[in-house]
């Protein structure tokens, strides 16, 4: 069965400083993994999917995530977070591509200092 | 199209109770998901629906619940007779049922079981 794992629960960055959020996966065929944001109050928003060609993938307000097969890892990185970047952030792994239903990690709460 | 809505927002129950949760998806989408998530954690896959037909079931979906989309637009969520243990944030999302497609998230039901 599928799992992702986020290791951090917390983690607490200064405005302007960069950010990465830790992400692994086990899925037994070609992974579909997606970054949502949910910031409280709200949905979940979807940053940014990969699912094959350049390991490395934008998405929106600034965020970048990096596929390494070899580690089983799909890292969200920003250069230079905001205030307004403080919610929680979940790794998702899709079965059937996502279209069968996604498999989520436990989220990693992201706290801004001024 | 206001993406997805879902009905009540709140919903606070006594244990013993039946209750039902409405949700709306993009009309154009014949993917429709529901997922719970319960405090601190990620959001836990329930159920999903291709058109009317409810394609899967995880084992987390007790015979308590049960869901439908009669004419494979909106959907309703029923738990019967309630524990406290189902207290939580239940989520609907919708999608092209493509893979690598974005599953939109509505806004959640948040159930309180006393």
């Known amino acids: 069965a599928q799992s992702v794992t986020q290791p951090d629960i917390h983690i607490t960055v200064s405005e302007g400083a960069s950010l990465e959020l830790r992400c692994n996966y086990s899925?037994?065929?070609?992974?579909?993994l997606f970054w949502y944001v949910q910031s409280p109050g709200q949905g979940l928003q979807l940053l940014l999917k990969?699912?094959?060609?350049?390991?490395l993938v934008q998405g929106i307000k600034g965020f970048e995530a990096e596929f390494k097969r070899s580690q089983s890892s799909f890292n969200l990185r920003k250069p230079s977070v905001h205030w307004s970047d403080a919610a929680e952030y979940f790794c998702?792994?899709?079965?059937?591509?996502?279209?069968?239903?996604?498999?989520f990690g436990k989220g990693t709460h992201l706290i801004i200092q001024p | 199209d206001t993406g997805v809505s879902q009905n009540p927002r709140h919903k606070i129950t006594k244990r013993g109770q039946n209750v039902t949760f409405r949700c709306d998806p993009i009309?154009?989408?014949?993917?429709l998901y529901w997922y719970r998530q319960t405090l601190g954690q990620g959001p836990e896959f329930l159920t999903y629906?291709?058109?009317?037909?409810?394609?899967?079931k995880s084992r987390l979906l007790s015979d308590r619940f049960s869901a439908e989309r009669p004419k494979g637009s909106f959907s309703t969520l029923e738990i019967q007779r309630t524990e406290q243990g189902d207290s939580a944030m239940y989520l609907c999302?919708?999608?092209?049922?493509?893979?690598?497609?974005?599953?939109?998230f509505g806004p959640g039901t948040r159930l309180t079981v006393l």
């Open positions: 999302a919708s999608s092209l049922g493509v893979r690598g497609n974005e599953q939109f």
């Open positions: 899925y037994g065929a070609t992974p579909y």
């Open positions: 990969y699912f094959s060609g350049d390991t």
């Open positions: 998702a792994v899709g079965v059937g591509g996502g279209a069968d239903g996604l498999t």
């Open positions: 009309s154009e989408h014949n993917r």
């Open positions: 629906f291709q058109n009317e037909a409810q394609l899967e």
